[in-house]
Protein backbone atom coordinates (compact mmCIF):
# COMPACT_ATOMS: atom_id res chain seq x y z
CA UNK A 1 0.00 0.00 0.00
CA UNK A 2 1.59 3.49 -0.57
CA UNK A 3 2.70 5.87 1.92
CA UNK A 4 -0.70 8.44 2.41
CA UNK A 5 0.25 12.02 1.51
CA UNK A 6 1.62 14.44 4.02
CA UNK A 7 -0.50 17.53 3.75
CA UNK A 8 1.03 20.53 5.67
CA UNK A 9 -1.21 23.85 6.99
CA UNK A 10 -2.13 25.94 9.49
CA UNK A 11 -5.97 26.11 9.62
CA UNK A 12 -5.71 29.89 9.96
CA UNK A 13 -4.82 29.93 6.33
CA UNK A 14 -8.20 30.16 4.40
CA UNK A 15 -6.44 27.99 1.15
CA UNK A 16 -5.11 25.69 3.78
CA UNK A 17 -8.46 25.32 6.10
CA UNK A 18 -10.73 24.86 2.43
CA UNK A 19 -8.60 21.74 1.60
CA UNK A 20 -8.01 20.29 4.85
CA UNK A 21 -11.91 20.27 4.84
CA UNK A 22 -11.77 18.86 1.63
CA UNK A 23 -9.62 16.38 2.11
CA UNK A 24 -11.93 15.52 5.19
CA UNK A 25 -14.90 15.37 3.06
CA UNK A 26 -13.28 12.57 0.53
CA UNK A 27 -12.33 10.79 3.47
CA UNK A 28 -8.37 11.09 1.45
CA UNK A 29 -6.05 9.39 3.79
CA UNK A 30 -3.20 12.31 4.46
CA UNK A 31 -0.67 12.37 7.40
CA UNK A 32 -1.26 15.59 9.25
CA UNK A 33 1.81 18.13 9.05
CA UNK A 34 0.82 21.05 10.59
CA UNK A 35 3.15 24.46 10.25
CA UNK A 36 2.29 27.21 12.94
CA UNK A 37 2.58 30.50 10.83
CA UNK A 38 2.44 32.62 14.32
CA UNK A 39 5.93 30.70 15.09
CA UNK A 40 7.21 31.48 11.78
CA UNK A 41 7.82 27.71 10.78
CA UNK A 42 7.15 28.39 7.43
CA UNK A 43 10.42 30.40 7.32
CA UNK A 44 12.41 27.45 8.46
CA UNK A 45 14.93 25.80 6.16
CA UNK A 46 13.59 22.55 6.49
CA UNK A 47 10.22 23.69 5.48
CA UNK A 48 11.94 25.66 2.53
CA UNK A 49 12.60 22.23 1.20
CA UNK A 50 9.12 21.17 1.04
CA UNK A 51 7.62 24.78 -0.39
CA UNK A 52 10.31 26.94 -2.07
CA UNK A 53 7.59 29.36 -1.38
CA UNK A 54 7.40 29.49 2.22
CA UNK A 55 3.41 29.56 2.39
CA UNK A 56 0.73 26.96 3.17
CA UNK A 57 -0.62 24.79 2.24
CA UNK A 58 1.75 22.14 0.90
CA UNK A 59 1.73 18.80 -0.18
CA UNK A 60 3.78 15.94 -0.38
CA UNK A 61 3.37 12.80 -2.20
CA UNK A 62 6.57 10.63 -2.21
CA UNK A 63 9.55 12.03 -3.47
CA UNK A 64 7.12 14.67 -5.25
CA UNK A 65 5.76 18.11 -3.61
CA UNK A 66 3.41 20.79 -4.79
CA UNK A 67 2.35 23.96 -3.60
CA UNK A 68 -0.58 26.12 -4.78
CA UNK A 69 -4.04 25.08 -3.14
CA UNK A 70 -5.84 25.16 -6.70
CA UNK A 71 -2.86 22.73 -8.06
CA UNK A 72 -3.18 20.70 -5.45
CA UNK A 73 -7.03 19.93 -5.66
CA UNK A 74 -6.81 19.27 -9.65
CA UNK A 75 -3.78 16.92 -8.80
CA UNK A 76 -5.43 15.38 -6.04
CA UNK A 77 -8.44 14.86 -8.45
CA UNK A 78 -6.45 13.45 -11.35
CA UNK A 79 -5.45 11.29 -8.33
CA UNK A 80 -9.00 10.29 -7.63
CA UNK A 81 -8.35 11.46 -3.95
CA UNK A 82 -11.21 13.84 -4.21
CA UNK A 83 -14.52 13.06 -4.91
CA UNK A 84 -16.42 13.46 -7.95
CA UNK A 85 -18.68 16.16 -6.41
CA UNK A 86 -16.04 18.01 -4.38
CA UNK A 87 -14.00 18.59 -7.94
CA UNK A 88 -16.53 17.39 -11.18
CA UNK A 89 -14.96 15.12 -13.83
CA UNK A 90 -17.80 17.01 -15.83
CA UNK A 91 -15.82 18.64 -18.37
CA UNK A 92 -18.26 21.88 -17.98
CA UNK A 93 -18.84 21.56 -14.13
CA UNK A 94 -14.74 21.42 -13.47
CA UNK A 95 -14.30 24.39 -15.92
CA UNK A 96 -17.00 26.50 -14.09
CA UNK A 97 -15.04 25.46 -10.28
CA UNK A 98 -11.76 26.55 -12.17
CA UNK A 99 -13.33 29.50 -13.34
CA UNK A 100 -14.34 30.81 -9.80
CA UNK A 101 -10.65 30.01 -8.44
CA UNK A 102 -9.17 32.21 -11.01
CA UNK A 103 -11.95 35.02 -10.29
CA UNK A 104 -12.00 34.38 -6.28
CA UNK A 105 -8.43 35.12 -6.02
CA UNK A 106 -8.55 38.78 -7.04
CA UNK A 107 -12.21 39.39 -6.22
CA UNK A 108 -12.45 37.85 -2.61
CA UNK A 109 -8.86 36.94 -1.48
CA UNK A 110 -7.56 39.82 -2.21
CA UNK A 111 -10.49 42.06 -0.27
CA UNK A 112 -10.91 39.67 2.43
CA UNK A 113 -7.00 39.13 3.12
CA UNK A 114 -6.22 42.97 3.76
CA UNK A 115 -9.21 43.54 6.20
CA UNK A 116 -8.43 40.58 7.96
CA UNK A 117 -3.96 41.87 7.89
CA UNK A 118 -4.88 45.46 8.94
CA UNK A 119 -7.78 44.73 11.05
CA UNK A 120 -7.20 41.89 13.13
CA UNK A 121 -3.45 40.23 12.20
CA UNK A 122 -1.29 43.37 12.34
CA UNK A 123 -2.85 45.17 15.20
CA UNK A 124 -3.21 41.90 17.96
CA UNK A 125 0.66 41.17 16.97
CA UNK A 126 1.78 44.81 17.34
CA UNK A 127 2.85 44.96 13.92
CA UNK A 128 0.51 48.10 12.93
CA UNK A 129 -2.27 49.61 15.16
CA UNK A 130 -5.64 49.42 14.71
CA UNK A 131 -6.97 50.83 11.70
CA UNK A 132 -8.43 54.44 11.76
CA UNK A 133 -12.51 54.48 11.39
CA UNK A 134 -11.60 56.05 7.64
CA UNK A 135 -9.32 52.80 6.77
CA UNK A 136 -11.79 50.55 8.60
CA UNK A 137 -14.48 51.80 6.04
CA UNK A 138 -12.41 51.65 2.92
CA UNK A 139 -11.63 48.22 4.02
CA UNK A 140 -15.54 46.85 4.43
CA UNK A 141 -16.18 48.80 1.25
CA UNK A 142 -13.82 46.69 -0.54
CA UNK A 143 -14.97 43.49 0.84
CA UNK A 144 -19.00 44.17 0.49
CA UNK A 145 -17.92 45.26 -3.17
CA UNK A 146 -16.94 41.55 -3.66
CA UNK A 147 -19.78 40.18 -1.86
CA UNK A 148 -22.02 42.18 -4.14
CA UNK A 149 -20.57 40.50 -7.28
CA UNK A 150 -20.90 37.22 -5.47
CA UNK A 151 -24.50 37.97 -4.78
CA UNK A 152 -25.12 38.55 -8.25
CA UNK A 153 -22.73 36.98 -10.54
CA UNK A 154 -22.37 33.44 -8.92
CA UNK A 155 -25.51 32.51 -6.30
CA UNK A 156 -28.31 31.64 -8.34
CA UNK A 157 -28.31 28.42 -7.16
CA UNK A 158 -27.70 26.48 -3.95
CA UNK A 159 -24.25 26.62 -4.39
CA UNK A 160 -21.32 28.35 -6.83
CA UNK A 161 -21.34 25.66 -9.29
CA UNK A 162 -25.31 24.16 -9.11
CA UNK A 163 -26.90 22.12 -6.42
CA UNK A 164 -24.39 20.15 -4.94
CA UNK A 165 -20.88 21.42 -2.84
CA UNK A 166 -17.76 22.09 -4.40
CA UNK A 167 -14.30 22.44 -3.81
CA UNK A 168 -15.32 26.17 -5.24
CA UNK A 169 -17.39 26.85 -1.99
CA UNK A 170 -14.61 25.53 0.49
CA UNK A 171 -12.44 28.17 -0.85
CA UNK A 172 -14.71 31.18 -1.46
CA UNK A 173 -16.36 30.95 2.01
CA UNK A 174 -13.11 30.42 3.35
CA UNK A 175 -11.98 33.64 2.80
CA UNK A 176 -15.71 35.48 3.89
CA UNK A 177 -15.41 33.27 7.87
CA UNK A 178 -11.92 34.40 8.14
CA UNK A 179 -13.42 37.91 8.86
CA UNK A 180 -14.91 36.94 12.19
CA UNK A 181 -11.87 37.70 13.43
CA UNK A 182 -12.23 41.37 12.77
CA UNK A 183 -15.66 41.19 14.17
CA UNK A 184 -17.44 41.44 10.44
CA UNK A 185 -20.52 39.52 10.08
CA UNK A 186 -22.26 39.43 6.26
CA UNK A 187 -25.47 41.35 6.67
CA UNK A 188 -28.22 39.02 5.90
CA UNK A 189 -30.36 42.19 4.62
CA UNK A 190 -27.75 43.63 2.08
CA UNK A 191 -26.78 39.97 1.12
CA UNK A 192 -29.08 37.67 1.39
CA UNK A 193 -27.83 34.71 -1.13
CA UNK A 194 -24.10 35.27 0.32
CA UNK A 195 -25.27 34.66 3.96
CA UNK A 196 -27.66 31.52 2.93
CA UNK A 197 -25.13 29.82 0.92
CA UNK A 198 -22.76 30.28 3.94
CA UNK A 199 -24.87 28.36 6.39
CA UNK A 200 -25.57 25.85 3.55
CA UNK A 201 -21.76 25.06 3.03
CA UNK A 202 -21.41 25.47 7.41
CA UNK A 203 -24.19 22.53 7.32
CA UNK A 204 -22.82 20.60 4.53
CA UNK A 205 -19.49 20.55 5.76
CA UNK A 206 -19.64 19.43 9.30
CA UNK A 207 -18.32 17.79 11.72
CA UNK A 208 -15.53 19.08 9.78
CA UNK A 209 -16.13 23.37 9.40
CA UNK A 210 -16.94 23.06 13.55
CA UNK A 211 -12.89 21.53 13.40
CA UNK A 212 -11.22 24.00 11.02
CA UNK A 213 -13.09 26.74 12.57
CA UNK A 214 -12.11 26.23 15.88
CA UNK A 215 -9.69 29.37 16.40
CA UNK A 216 -11.16 31.38 14.68
CA UNK A 217 -14.47 30.92 16.30
CA UNK A 218 -13.07 30.69 19.91
CA UNK A 219 -10.93 34.24 18.82
CA UNK A 220 -13.65 35.65 17.58
CA UNK A 221 -15.90 34.80 20.39
CA UNK A 222 -13.64 36.18 22.88
CA UNK A 223 -13.18 39.73 21.07
CA UNK A 224 -16.82 39.92 21.33
CA UNK A 225 -17.24 39.52 24.92
CA UNK A 226 -14.40 41.84 25.51
CA UNK A 227 -16.44 44.43 23.92
CA UNK A 228 -19.44 43.38 26.47
Known sequence: MAPAIKY??????????ALWIALKLAKTPFEDCPIALRKFEQLTDEYKSINRFQKVPALVD???RLSESAAMIRYLADKNQL????????????????????????NLRLPTGQYFLEGWLFPINGIK????????????????????????LWLEKDFLVGENLTVADLIGS???EQL?????????KKFPKVAKWLDRVRESTQP???QAYAFVNKKSQQ???AKL
Open 223 to 225: AAQ
Open 180 to 188: KLCQYSVNE
Open 8 to 17: YYDLLSPPAR
Open 62 to 64: GSF
Open 208 to 210: YHD
Open 129 to 152: PKPTAEKLEKLIKNVEGSLELLER
Open 83 to 106: TDQLYPKSLEDRARVDEFMGWQYF
Open 174 to 176: SDI
